[in-house]
């Protein structure tokens, strides 16, 4: 399989697909709420120049599983 941005970008997608799927299921778990405990990070730039305007969010929701899911992302990817 050719390693290009693109296969990369699926992978990292898949993972963390995977990781919010094991996230959710393991959310009602109380030994292991420290891995679905999630933090947030917020970026929403915007601005107004009367004849074009934007305003975009960014919201990203990072948790112990998101992290793995990333991790085994790139691991799956550089064994290719």
Request: charged share 15%; aromatic share 16%.
């Amino acid at each position: 399989m050719k390693k290009n941005s693109i296969t990369l970008f699926i992978f990292l997608l898949l993972g963390l697909l995977t990781a919010a799927i094991f996230t959710q299921l393991f959310s009602e778990v109380s030994w292991l709420s420290f891995m679905t405990r999630s933090a947030q990070i917020k970026w929403e730039p915007s601005a107004d120049f009367n004849v074009v305007s934007y305003d975009i969010s960014l919201h990203i929701k990072l948790n112990l599983f998101s992290v793995l899911g990333i991790a085994a992302a790139i691991w799956i990817y550089r064994k290719l």
